[in-house]
C-alpha cells in the first residue's frame, strides 16, 4: 500500500524557516501531482499547495504565496514545502496527499502529519 | 476563493439511522467535489470524488450527489466506525478550499 511519511516539524520561532519532508513508497512517485493540507489545532482542514506531476506547475494558497516553496526530488521520490517569514497562524499539523491519477486535486493518501508550531 | 459552507455542524445520530451532510459552494464547481471523513488522531480519509464516485475500498453504505452549488452525504446505515468528522473539498477552481467540516456523534 502507499506509503507516506512527513518529518521536519517543530518548534520555530515567528520569523524563522522550517522545511518539510514527505518520504513517498510503494507507488510511482513521477506520476502523481502530490500536495500539502494543513490542519490548525482543533480547526478544520486548509490546502496549503500543489505540486503537479511533472514538478513542472506549483499552486499555492494565498496565505502562504510568496514565503512557502513546494518542490519534489524524484530520485528520492520526496516531497519538501520550505517555509520561510513563519507567523504564528502557520502552526499546524502538515499533511502530505498524494493525489488521484485524474484530478491531481482529489488527495487519495495521506500520511500521518507533522505538527509545526511557530511560538517565541 | 469558493466558499465550501457545510450544515449542519453537528449531527447526532443513532446507530443504524441514516445521516444527511450537505455542502454548499459559493458559486458552481460543477461536479469536482470531493468528501473526506476524519476520526480523531488520524488523517483525513477520501469517501467520494466526482460528487458520486465512491473511492476504492469505500462501504456502498456512503453515496454522494449533487452537481453545481449543492451537493449531499449520504451515510445510509450508521455504523460505530462512521462517528467522525466530514469535510467537502471542491476542486474547480484554485484556491483547493474544504468546508469546515460536520461532526457526526453518537445520539
Known amino acids: 500500500e502507499v506509503q507516506l511519511v512527513e518529518s521536519g516539524g517543530g518548534l520555530v520561532q515567528p520569523g524563522g524557516s522550517l522545511r518539510l519532508s514527505c518520504a513517498a513508497s510503494r507507488f510511482t512517485f513521477n506520476s502523481y501531482a502530490m500536495s500539502w493540507v494543513r490542519q490548525a489545532p482543533g480547526k478544520g482542514l486548509e490546502w496549503v499547495s500543489t505540486i503537479s506531476a511533472g514538478g513542472g506547475g506549483t499552486y499555492y494558497a494565498d496565505s502562504v504565496k510568496g514565503r512557502f516553496t513546494i518542490s519534489r526530488d524524484i530520485s528520492k521520490n520526496t516531497l519538501y514545502l520550505q517555509m520561510n517569514s513563519l507567523r504564528a497562524e502557520d502552526t499546524a499539523v502538515y499533511y502530505c496527499?498524494?493525489?488521484?491519477?485524474?484530478?491531481?486535486?482529489?488527495?487519495?493518501?495521506w500520511g500521518q502529519g507533522t505538527l509545526v508550531t511557530v511560538s517565541s | 476563493e469558493i466558499v465550501m459552507t457545510q450544515s449542519p455542524a453537528t449531527l447526532s445520530v443513532s446507530p443504524g439511522e441514516r445521516a444527511t451532510l450537505s455542502c454548499r459552494a459559493s458559486?458552481?464547481?460543477?461536479?469536482?467535489l470531493a468528501w473526506y471523513q476524519q476520526k480523531p488522531g488520524q488523517a483525513p480519509r477520501l469517501l467520494i470524488y466526482?460528487?458520486?464516485t465512491r473511492a476504492t475500498g469505500i462501504p456502498a453504505r456512503f453515496s454522494g450527489s449533487g452537481s453545481g452549488t449543492e451537493f449531499t452525504l449520504t451515510i445510509s446505515s450508521l455504523q460505530s466506525e462512521d462517528f467522525a468528522v466530514y469535510y467537502c473539498?471542491?476542486?474547480?477552481?484554485?484556491?483547493?478550499?474544504f468546508g469546515g467540516g460536520t461532526k457526526v456523534e453518537i445520539k
Open positions: 466526482g460528487a458520486s
Open positions: 496527499a498524494k493525489g488521484l491519477a485524474a484530478p491531481g486535486q482529489v488527495f487519495d493518501y
Open positions: 473539498q471542491q476542486y474547480n477552481y484554485w484556491p483547493l478550499t
Open positions: 458559486q458552481s464547481v460543477s461536479s469536482n
